[in-house]
């Protein structure tokens, strides 16, 4: 399991709905991606089951049904009865620097595999303090990660233009790119673009420009910083932009702490 988790996280009341109603997600197509996120990065999540009692675990499958959840039971028996005997779980993590809290009800023990597991019906609503498409990775140079964009030339009908990635989100990326060589309008579509990350095949893309700000380099060099947006990305591609955000972040995290 991933080390993902606040250690000691204070479970938010639910019930101050005032208060963060439009953090809630309670959609069901909603949830139970979120759910499949935690499931696919391995967050660590701080179990609370009343009385300051906790433990750390992790979510293990969605069904097919997609109807209940399975989640590590504790390694302590005495713990997973007193887990089992709560009226409720409530589960605290992080993705992406994003607190996810929700709540389990119902809970049931089981074995997978010779462990012993922990069974309980998808919860309705997930709070979600923050939107995942907030966070924004700044791109170490050290990935050597970079984009090709396909633009109208300024001497040329079309031209293919290679750029550093300067940072990403799920939502877009930050280019740097030469001046002087295409005419990129503000809200112009990119097709046939793709996305060059580390120890990934390269990602096929429709961006979309948002903004295109001339910087100069400390060699005195001009350059383009230019921002863009995903257009209709799929939902694989999401995941695998995601998935390289999460990485990066936490080696970047395991260094600072020593551990690289």
Do not use: W
Not at 25 to 45: P, T
Not at 80 to 97: E, F, G, M, S, W
Not at 179 to 206: K, V, W, Y
């Amino acid at each position: 399991m991933t080390p993902n988790a606040e250690r000691t996280p204070t479970p938010i009341d639910m019930d101050r709905r005032d208060a963060i109603e439009q953090f809630i997600l309670s959609g069901r197509r909603q949830v139970r991606q979120l759910l499949r996120e935690l499931i696919e990065h391995r967050a660590l999540i701080s179990g609370h089951f009343g009385n300051g009692r906790s433990f750390l675990t992790a979510l293990l499958e969605l069904p097919g049904d997609e109807e209940t959840i399975t989640l590590d039971a504790s390694p302590d028996p005495d713990t997973n009865q007193r887990i089992l005997a709560a009226p409720k779980l409530v589960c605290v993590t992080q993705l992406d620097h994003i607190r996810i809290q929700f709540a389990l009800h119902d809970i049931q023990q089981g074995r997978d595999g010779g462990r012993s597991v922990l069974h309980a019906a998808v919860p309705r609503e997930i709070l979600r303090l923050q939107r995942r498409a907030a966070y924004r990775l700044s791109v170490p140079l050290s990935h050597a990660a970079t984009a090709l964009v396909r633009a109208k030339g300024i001497a040329e009908p079309l031209v293919e233009m290679s750029g550093r990635l300067l940072d990403i989100s799920v939502g877009g990326i930050a280019l740097q790119l030469p001046p002087d060589t295409a005419q990129l309008t503000i809200g112009e579509r990119l097709a046939d673009c793709s996305l060059q990350l580390p120890n990934i095949d390269p990602i096929a893309l429709q961006l979309r420009v948002c903004y295109v700000n001339p910087q100069e380099q400390r060699s005195g060099t001009r350059m383009l910083r230019v921002g863009l947006a995903f257009a209709d990305l799929p939902h694989s591609t999401e995941n695998m932009i995601q998935r390289y955000i999460f990485n990066t972040e936490r080696e970047r995290n395991a260094r600072e702490r020593g551990g690289l």
